[in-house]
Structures are given as C-alpha cells and as structure tokens.
C-alpha cells in the first residue's frame, strides 16, 4: 500500500506549534501525469549507469510501498518533532 | 474428540465391542489428536515457545545526555522502521551499479564500518532480515555518561 498522510508534529516548548497532515495520496495527480517523463528519465539513467530498469522501478517501488508504518519522533530541549507516514 | 471415545467406551461398556476392538478404534483416533497438536504448534502452540511472532517493525531507540549531544537534558530519538522498508532498501542497494561499491565500501572503511556492500546480495536478502528480527542491541554509557541506544524488533 503506498503511503497516504503524512503526519508532521513540531512542539517548540515558547512558541508555536505545528500539526501538519500532508495528503501524500495528492500526489498521485502530478505522479501520474509525470510518469512518462519520469520512467524516460530512469530509463537514460539506468542505460547510462548499467542497472537492469525494471528490478530498478521493481525496487523503488517496493521502497514507496513498505514507507507507511514508519515513525521518527526526536526531542531534544523541550523541542519535539514527529513525523509519522501513514 | 472427548466425545469420539466416550462413545467407544460406552460401546465397550454395553458390551458391543470387545476391547481388542476399542482398543483399535482409540489407536485408530490417536493419530488426529497427534496431528492436531502438530498443527497447533505451528499457531496456537507456538505462541509459547515455539514459532513466535513476525516482527513488523525496527524499533532503535536513542537517549543521549549532555556530553554527548551539547544540548540541555535529554536527547531523545525514537525510530520505528517498518520490516519491509528494510528489505525495500535492501533490494535498492543491490542495484548500486558495481563501479561503486569499491568507492562505497572505501568510504563505510574510512567511517569505521568494514562493510562490503557487494556482499549484499538479493539471495541473502531474507537470511539477513530473519537473522536481524533476533536482533536486540542494548548500549549503555559508562563513566558518567547516560546515553543509551536500544536496537530491536518489534
């Protein structure tokens, strides 16, 4: 399944605080519209640097798919930042 | 099952049997009782000892003090990465094209981590993320120093 929201939680211990959800499923719209020109351009990169294309396209999919579920959260002098992809 | 050989022994109590015949009949139900058990160790029966649950996630954990970060109190960072984007990633770095893996391994040396990554191979992909679900690292500060690094599966 590819990632759907984005979740960006930024706590300031005296100041604003942010709580982002950034609909990733969005873009799809310009992905899709922009998938030849990107597929060529893999393609020229993958030619050039000699990598087989489709385990290339098999493998950066597979990245894009497997990226909900991760979960980073840091805090450090009161400061904590989230981001979660769902 | 229970009611399969009260059956047989109440046949054997009425007298419809012999016992060399129930004797048969209950050798003859003991192979399902065996095989239930078998196949329960693979779900039920493995929630105890036996085969235990897939872990999903990476979990690594890092609190790092003063000393180790040059900020006020505690540096916390808390990392959950799903299993499969480790194998995603695994999968991606097999692709690195093998003009630079020497410059890549010569850079991990460099930095202290004798890794070849031209060792990572697809066909080792699930040997190396079964063996890293076992992982658990536990790193703690000596001498004043608090910072703690947990790596584990989850």
Known sequence: MTPNVA?????????PNFRLWLPLFLLWVPAIVLAPFILLGLLIACVISGVPFWRSVGAGWALVCSLPGTDVRVATEGNRVLVRIL | ??????????MLAAGKITADEAERLLAALDPEPVSVGASSAGTGGGRGTGTKAIPKYLRVLVEADESMTGNKGLTTVNVRVPMQLLRAGVRLAALIPQQAHNQLDQALSSHGVPLTVSQIKPE??????????????DVDGKEGNQT???????
């Open chain 1, 7 to 15: 979740i960006v939680h930024v706590n300031y211990p005296h100041g």
């Open chain 2, 1 to 10: 099952m229970n009611e399969n050989r009260r059956q047989i022994l109440e």
């Open chain 2, 124 to 137: 080792n992909l699930e040997e190396l993320i079964d063996h890293l679900e076992d992982l658990t690292v």
């Open chain 2, 148 to 154: 703690k690094v947990r790596v584990f599966c989850e």
